[in-house]
C-alpha cells in the first residue's frame, strides 16, 4: 500500500546552520510532495511542493530534491532561525487504490536553537 | 478572512456521548478533508468529499459520520465516543481533488474522551 517514511523524527539545529529531513515513498504512482509546517496549536500549513517532472525547487532559504529513480526526496532549510522550529510533514500525493490521496510521512520535530 | 474555519478548538466529553465537529471554508475550494493526527501527530486522513459527494473514506468506524451540506461545510459527527478517539482532527480543503494540489488546513479541535 501506499507509505510515506520520513527521519528524522526530531532534529535540532544551532541558529544559521543547515537542516536536512529525507522522505522515502513507497508507490511510484506518487507524482506530488508537497512539504508542510505545523506550528504549536496550529494546522499544518503548506511551505513548499515540488512535480515529479522536476529534480529540484528552491525558494529563498528552503529548498525541495527528488529522486523519482530512489523515490526519495528531501527538504533543506538553510540559515535556520528560531521561528523555524515546528513540526515538519513531507507527503506524497497521486492516483493511488481508492483514488486520488495525499500520504503524510510521520513528521520531524525541528528545534532551532538561537 | 479567506481560510478553513473549525468549531470547536477544544472538546472534551464522557465516553458513550455524541459530538459533532463543524467546519468551513470560504476559499471556493471544491474538495473538504477530516484528517485525524494521533499523539504522536501521525496524520491520518478519513475522508475525502469533492462538491458534496463522498469520494475517500478510509476504514474509519461507523460511528463516525461525515455530513457536506454543501461545498463549503463538511461536518463531522462522532456516535458514542470511546477513548481512542481522542486525537486533534483537522479539516482540510483544496480547489479540486486530484495531484499537484496542496491543502488549506484548519487549526484543529483537540478532542479529549474521559
Known amino acids: 500500500g501506499e507509505n510515506v517514511e520520513q527521519h528524522p523524527s526530531t532534529l535540532s539545529v544551532q541558529e544559521g546552520d543547515s537542516a536536512v529531513i529525507k522522505c522515502t515513498y513507497s508507490?511510484?504512482?506518487?507524482?506530488?510532495f508537497p512539504w508542510y509546517k505545523q506550528e504549536l496549536g496550529k494546522g499544518p500549513q503548506l511551505i513548499i511542493d515540488?512535480?515529479?517532472?522536476?529534480g529540484e525547487k528552491k525558494d529563498q532559504r528552503i529548498a525541495v530534491t527528488l529522486n523519482k529513480t530512489a523515490k526519495h526526496f528531501s527538504l533543506h532549510i538553510t540559515e535556520t532561525q528560531p521561528e523555524d522550529s515546528a513540526v515538519y510533514f513531507c507527503?506524497?500525493?497521486?492516483?493511488?487504490?481508492?483514488?486520488?490521496?495525499?500520504?503524510f510521512g510521520a513528521g520531524t520535530r525541528l528545534f532551532v536553537k538561537a | 478572512d479567506t481560510a478553513v474555519s473549525q468549531t470547536p478548538k477544544y472538546l472534551v466529553t464522557q465516553m458513550g456521548n455524541d459530538k459533532s465537529i463543524k467546519c468551513e471554508q470560504n476559499?471556493?475550494?471544491?474538495?473538504m478533508y477530516w484528517y485525524k493526527q494521533d499523539s504522536k501527530k501521525f496524520l491520518k486522513i478519513m475522508f475525502s468529499?469533492?462538491?458534496?459527494?463522498?469520494?475517500i473514506n478510509e476504514t474509519v468506524p461507523n460511528r463516525f459520520s461525515p455530513k457536506s451540506p454543501d461545498k463549503a461545510h463538511l461536518n463531522l459527527h462522532i456516535n458514542s465516543l470511546e477513548l481512542g478517539d481522542s486525537a486533534v482532527y483537522f479539516c482540510?480543503?483544496?480547489?479540486?481533488?486530484?495531484?499537484?494540489?496542496?491543502?488549506?488546513f484548519g487549526s484543529g479541535t483537540r478532542l479529549t474522551v474521559v
Open positions: 482540510a480543503s483544496s480547489f479540486r481533488q486530484g495531484p499537484s494540489i496542496g491543502y488549506t
Open positions: 468529499y469533492n462538491n458534496k459527494e463522498l469520494i
Open positions: 476559499l471556493g475550494h471544491d474538495t
Open positions: 515540488i512535480r515529479s517532472n522536476v
Open positions: 507527503a506524497a500525493s497521486g492516483a493511488f487504490t481508492g483514488g486520488f490521496k495525499t500520504i
Open positions: 508507490d511510484s504512482a506518487s507524482n506530488y
